[in-house]
């Protein structure tokens, strides 16, 4: 393959979420939030694993930190458990929860290593979902007033802040199929929490703004959709239904200021939407953004077809839509490994959405690591080839879009660590860092070191 370099200022990193590491779940005054409620539900996350020691980084934070430096990363996504802060999910705050942010942050900085604090990762606090959650505006407002807490904190330290994380799990996952916490099963109640979670946003936005925010981003996980038949005008369409409910039912109010009308249409077969979104909240959730951040595994592929299954996932497919299967190699999830989308998807993004940067937030595999041994060094190195070359064409793909003038200003694999992979629990390993959860080893695969050598030499 031909060499290929990327620009001096691009940002290279890693990225992690709080309930998937930290552990210590009971400790320093964190409250419950509503992935420890969805693990103890029978039947919710795989053989009942639970977020309660994960990988322990509440503890061994310092060494962690101290293998990032090691590989050479210059920057660190994180995020904030919000139940750390505020058990309840408002009022007073916990100051033992901040001051572990502290630490990691100082710690961070004087490794040179530039932190990136990601607000929302999913673990709302139980208390806010006793109160509805994301189908009440109140939490939309209540994590603005989170926001600033944080900031007030951290902002002298962190230049760059997103606000959510993937908002598109949050509600569809969360609140339409019940796969991921809260559990909910209800469409109606999944366009409802899109809503909030993007006034949330809007709201946060702006307050981190007047707090004197330099960089004030949200990070997504668009999906390149793509037509069985790309001749066919019928799969044509069932790609703009999939379009509009994963990317621009977000993209459309975030970046352009007013929801795309084909999915006001689409969401009111199950509520009305004026029953939560009120004449000034497109404009709120429009607060100017620095950032968007990307996260990207795989694209999907679709075909119009009467009497197709559809996918829960997407409410009002049944009946429509055929979602295909993977045609090709495929990651331990099951998902199809396809470069190109990546293209793609970033080269739309910035045709349909110009004047904002780009930083793939998030992108990696899971493969079924297990230490493989070269008999000629024995070594003890764990191989994992598949993710190498999953990396390596991914990153090829980004140089394609930079190449192609796509603003895109860095790369943040996922995950630095093997971790509680949500409703699949430990069983399915994202980590360049393999983790024994018996022992919290820390191993540094061969992908890791591969990493290392990207960094050093600013490409491939």
């Known amino acids: 393959m031909n060499e290929i370099r990327f620009p001096e200022n691009f940002i290279w990193g890693a990225a992690t979420a709080a309930f998937q590491i ?25 053989a009942g694993h639970t977020g309660d020691v994960a990988c322990d980084h509440y503890h ?17 996504r994180f995020s904030v458990a919000w139940p750390r802060i505020q058990p309840d999910g ?22 040179g290593i530039d932190p990136i604090v990601t607000l929302y990762h999913w673990d709302l ?20 007033e989170y926001a600033t807490a944080v900031h007030t904190r951290l902002g002298d330290r962190v230049r760059t802040w997103t606000t959510l994380n993937e908002p598109w799990c949050s509600s569809y996952l969360g609140y339409g199929n019940g796969v991921h916490a809260p559990g909910q099963q209800d469409p109606a109640a999944a366009f409802t929490a899109i809503h909030h979670l993007l006034l949330g946003h809007g709201l946060a936005a702006g307050a981190l703004r007047a707090a004197g925010a330099e960089v004030v981003g949200i990070t997504l996980n668009p999906t390149d959709v793509q037509p069985a038949d790309p001749t066919s005008a019928d799969d044509a369409e069932a790609v703009r239904l999939v379009d509009g409910m994963h990317n621009r039912i977000f993209l459309d109010p975030l970046l352009r200021g007013a929801y795309p009308e084909d999915m006001l249409t689409h969401l009111a077969r199950y509520v009305d939407p004026a029953t939560f979104i009120r004449d000034e909240d497109e404009k709120l959730i429009a607060a100017p953004v620095d950032l968007l951040g990307i996260n990207y595994y795989s694209p999907t592929y679709v075909a119009w077809r009467p009497g197709a299954a559809g996918d829960d996932k997407y409410p009002g497919t049944e009946g429509k839509v055929h979602f295909l299967p993977a045609n090709g190699p495929v990651t331990d999830m099951g998902w199809l490994i396809e470069a190109d989308g990546l293209t793609r998807l970033l080269e739309r993004l ?15 595999a899971a493969f ?23 990396l390596d064409g991914h990153l090829r793909a980004a140089h394609t879009a930079l190449a192609r003038g796509v603003d895109l200003r860095g790369y943040l694999v996922w995950s630095l660590l093997d971790n509680f992979e949500w409703a699949e629990g430990y069983r399915k390993r994202f980590g360049i860092v393999h983790v024994d959860y018996l022992t919290q080893r820390r191993t540094p695969k061969a992908s890791a070191r591969w990493y290392q050598e990207v960094i050093a030499r600013n490409g491939l």
């Open 22 to 46: 930290e552990g210590a779940a009971q400790e320093d005054g964190r409250g419950p939030s509503i992935w420890d409620t969805f693990c103890r539900t029978p039947g919710k996350v795989y």
């Open 60 to 76: 061994r934070y310092p060494d962690d930190v101290a293998l990032m430096a090691e590989l050479g990363l210059q920057a660190y």
């Open 90 to 111: 408002s009022g007073p705050i916990n100051p033992r929860g901040l001051d572990f942010y502290d630490r990691l942050v100082d710690t961070l900085i004087a490794r």
């Open 125 to 144: 606090p139980q208390t806010l979902q006793d109160r509805g959650g994301w189908l009440s505006r109140e939490t939309a407002e209540h994590f603005a």
């Open 350 to 364: 910035g045709r349909d959405y110009p004047g904002v940067p780009l930083m793939i937030t998030e992108n990696g």
């Open 368 to 390: 079924a690591d297990r230490p493989r041994y070269d008999p000629a060094v024995d070594d003890g190195e764990m191989r994992d080839p598949d993710r190498i070359a999953y």
